[in-house]
């Protein structure tokens, strides 16, 4: 069977492992059912020594971290020469927040601290003309709700990258960089009981950055089409649908 490969970047806050399961569990939640044909299993970035030899027909998902990518850990940087490899044998892979941070800086662009600060929250995110265009993306609406969490983003994209969603914080929300590599800021994997977990971890900062942590709070919502992007992939492996 192929294999779909979860490569963990980090750990969620111990109360969210306690009550919701990591990083890799909550990717597991969502991409389990859908993913029916594929052996899923983790790679830990961090703590499991070099990364595994990769078929053609296997996949990537690349998680979220509390790692800044910026800090060129040497894990982080263990990981950019693989995936530029992947990339070019055309291995299907779709990176989450630090995996959208990664995955731009392994292709040629810039990941860095936003110049306006962290964006935390559920947030509308907005499809360019290319992400209508998308395979995988132009099947959600033009805006759609997403949950977000992040001090780092995209600063620059890397040459031929598709930008397919923006929004008003972030204009790299979203990119493609090949038939079968894309990568989202957002956290598609994240429930509202998730993203009010980070929140109450944050309001002490956030209050200090002059936000408000309540509202924030009170306007956490559900985010099924953001969350749809998961089972879109696995059924786009299955069926082999991955048109340019």
Not at 211 to 220: H, Q, T, W
Request: proline share 8%; hydrophobic share 40%; with cysteine.
């Amino acid at each position: 069977m192929p294999r779909l490969l979860i490569v963990k970047t980090g750990d969620a806050f111990a109360d969210v492992v306690r009550d919701h399961g990591d990083f890799e569990a909550l990717f597991r939640d969502r991409l389990a059912p859908a993913c029916g044909e594929f052996t899923l299993e983790v790679f830990d970035a961090r703590h499991d020594g070099a990364p595994p030899a990769l078929a053609d027909d296997d996949a990537l998902v690349i998680t979220g971290s509390h790692a800044m990518v910026s800090d060129a850990e040497p894990w982080s940087e263990t990981l950019k020469p693989w995936l530029r490899e992947a990339r070019e044998r055309d291995v299907a892979m779709f990176g989450v927040c630090y995996g959208h941070q990664l995955m731009a800086a392994a292709f040629g662009g810039d990941s860095g601290y936003h110049p306006a600060g962290r964006e935390t929250g559920t947030h509308s995110v907005r499809l360019t003309d290319a992400g209508r265009r998308d395979a995988l993306l132009g099947t959600l609406p033009e805006a759609f709700p997403s949950q977000l969490t992040h001090a780092q983003s995209v600063l620059a994209a890397p040459p031929g990258a598709e930008v397919l969603a923006v929004n008003d914080h972030d204009p790299f929300q979203a990119l493609r960089y090949g038939p079968r590599q894309w990568s989202v800021q957002f956290h598609p994997e994240f429930t509202p009981a998730v993203m009010r977990a980070y929140l109450r971890h944050q309001a002490e900062g956030l209050a200090e950055q002059g936000r408000d942590p309540e509202a924030l709070l009170a306007g956490v919502s559900p985010t099924p089409e953001a969350s749809s992007l998961l089972e879109g992939f696995c059924q786009r492996l299955k069926a082999r649908q991955f048109p340019g």
